[in-house]
């Protein structure tokens, strides 16, 4: 007879054979599941000398990592005890047939409302390094969002030197309002939201700001090791430049894909990417303490948190407590706020490794070819109100295509499913502006925009090719663009206009950079390439949060393919309603 306290003597003869197999053949490694349990809560949390109750998981700010190794299926049940609607974006994750677990609310799910469960079920397949997971309702992911760290196989390494120590670092925005409330007024009034109070490294702001010196993210090192660094920008509305004082940093990673390393002082994360870097300390210990800081790249005519978030990098000695705090602090140099040509400088740097190991699937042909435009837009103030746009009678909006896209309030993709989609979207979305003019130079009369739910319907395994093009509208400004369920090769960027006769020649289809989330330069226009081998509704948007709450985003449709694994998986039983 078992004991009920310790396994039976076949588990264990089964635990040692499994142990002896993985020693001597860790090729015969398989995948395994992991639970995970999310429970949206509230939690209290001070910073900036301001108290205020904020949404998060499991009591965490920011939330749990979510690790698993690639061939992993990873199932996460998460419950919502807040009164507000909440959705799960496990962003980057490709979701293969897997689109019920994509999470964007209203376009592959209706959110999970209060006291209700949802069941998130992915296999991670091809993919190996930093993402994140987040909020995808209104801006709840100002503090619901956490790293998604996915290891490789057992028996692969890195392709780059082995860390001593692997450190996320998150940057986020902290309001010391209900930023709920912030996006509400926004759209309510027509305007601009109320900025941030700071920006944050692992949730806390640092000693620039007041009453911040003790909420301050701070790095122990020793000398003479490699730490990696996988760095995430899940800031709500701005791009970051990132620098530690008196070090290099060496870029091997990018949105969950590995690149040709090269070496940088700073550089630039958009909101929605990921980048890993290998740190190499000092072979001494310095008579120092660095600061390791973060501000905004911002090119528009808005108003934005021109602040700087810092952490302290120090090294690990010893010596007494009293001598470490009479140490220099010495500061990094952070480029200008509107340095662009460093962005394009530091953007156009990034190759995918491209060799036999991890080959670069770059669509040679073009089956289907798209020209967006990108940026910001206005609409008539509604009659018998005023409002705060770029004058009393406008409000702010922002569109693809000039279409600003209306979320419906059923699930997109569950209306496709189930043959009901009448009402629900259209399939028109334009391949091509429907109005011509210089996107970048002097902007048109008209500069309305038109509200609709439309999308593009794409074949199985199409081979596309998208320009997105920005314009100066209400101002040039850098658009993140994130587009779900898929990766993409960025082949080619440029500023100014996009000429379809001169710019593809100069296009890279040997080892562009693969990304998930890649930003539109300001005033001008990225050329992307990939394949929809991925069946179900896709959401791409701008990862700047008030542009995606303004419509700048859309939807394609993937149908299925003709094999059994190329087709949307039935929707799962606890789905949430609407």
């Known amino acids: 007879m078992d004991f009920p ?55 965490k700010f920011p939330g749990p990592r979510l690790v698993a190794r690639e061939g992993d299926r990873v199932v996460v049940k998460v419950v919502n005890h807040i009164s507000n609607n909440v959705s799960i974006h496990w962003h980057g994750i490709r979701q293969i047939t897997s689109g019920w677990s994509d999470g964007p609310a209203y376009v592959t799910q209706c959110p999970i ?48 030197e082995k860390p001593y120590k692997e450190i996320p670092i998150l940057f986020g925005e902290w309001f010391n309002v209900d930023p709920e409330a912030v996006i509400k007024q926004a759209l309510q009034t027509g305007g601009g939201p109320n900025v941030s109070d700071a920006y944050t490294i692992n ?18 090192v020793k000398p003479g090791k490699t730490y990696l660094l996988r760095l995430i920008n899940a800031a709500l509305n701005d791009e970051l430049f990132f620098s530690i004082a008196n070090h290099s ?45 973060a501000r905004p790249y ?23 407590h009293s001598t470490l705090k009479n140490l220099p602090l010495l500061k990094p140099t952070l480029p200008p706020i509107n340095a662009t040509n460093f962005v394009a400088n530091f953007t156009g740097k990034f190759r995918t490794l491209a060799n036999a190991k991890f080959p670069a699937n770059v669509p040679q042909k073009v089956d289907k070819k798209f020209f967006f435009i990108v940026g910001l837009g206005t609409s008539p103030c509604p009659k018998n109100t005023t409002c705060q746009g770029p004058s ?9 295509n000039n279409i600003s896209f209306a979320l419906p309030s059923v699930s997109i993709m569950q209306a496709y499913y189930f043959g009901k989609s009448k ?20 902007p048109p009369n008209n500069t309305f925009v038109k509200n609709d739910t439309k999308l593009v319907v794409l074949k199985f395994n199409t081979s596309v090719e998208l320009v997105l093009q920005g314009t100066s509208i209400l101002g040039a400004e850098s658009h993140p663009l994130h587009l779900h369920g898929f990766d993409f090769f960025v082949v080619g960027q440029g500023f100014g206009n996009y000429d379809p006769n001169k710019d593809p020649s100069k296009f890279n289809l040997v080892d562009p950079v693969q990304r998930n989330t890649a930003a539109v330069p300001a005033g001008g226009w990225i050329a992307i390439r990939f394949f929809a081998d991925n069946p179900g509704v896709w959401f791409m948007h701008c990862h700047l949060d008030i542009h995606t709450s303004w419509g700048l985003r859309m939807a394609w449709l993937v149908l299925d393919g003709p094999g059994p694994n190329q087709k949307l998986q039935p929707p799962p039983s606890d789905l949430p309603k609407c």
Not at 10 to 29: D, G, H, M, N, R
Not at 254 to 280: E, H, R, W
Not at 303 to 319: E, K, M, R, V, W
């Open 298 to 320: 911002f090119t528009g005519a808005g108003t934005f948190d021109n602040s700087t978030t810092a952490g302290i990098l120090l090294y690990d000695q010893p010596l007494h």
């Open 5 to 59: 306290h310790f396994p039976s003597f076949a588990t264990v003869k089964v635990l040692l054979f499994s142990f002896w197999l993985i020693t001597l053949f860790p090729e015969f490694v398989v995948s395994i599941t992991r639970h995970y349990t999310f429970n949206i809560e509230y939690l209290n949390v001070t910073r900036l000398c301001h108290t205020r109750t904020i949404l998060s998981v499991n009591g």
């Open 423 to 442: 009402g629900v979207f259209k399939t028109d979305f334009p391949t091509y502006p429907l109005n011509t003019f210089n996107y970048t130079g002097t």
């Open 113 to 160: 409302q209060t006291n209700q469960t949802y069941t998130y079920n992915f296999t991670i397949i091809g993919q190996r390094g930093t993402l994140l997971w987040h909020a995808h309702i209104s801006w709840l992911r100002a503090t619901l969002y956490g790293p998604i760290i996915i290891l490789p196989k057992h028996n692969q390494s890195y392709p780059f």
């Open 203 to 220: 949730g806390l702001p640092g000693p620039l700001y007041n009453c911040s010196s003790k909420d301050t993210f701070r790095l122990k």
């Open 249 to 293: 940093l060496t870029v091997v990673e990018a949105d969950a894909t590995y690149t040709k390393p090269f070496d940088t002082d700073t550089l630039l994360i958009s909101p929605g990417q990921t980048t890993n870097v290998l740190l190499k300390t000092k072979p001494y210990y310095p008579n120092a303490t660095y600061l390791m800081a």
């Open 392 to 400: 009393n009678s406008t409000k702010f909006e922002a569109s693809v």
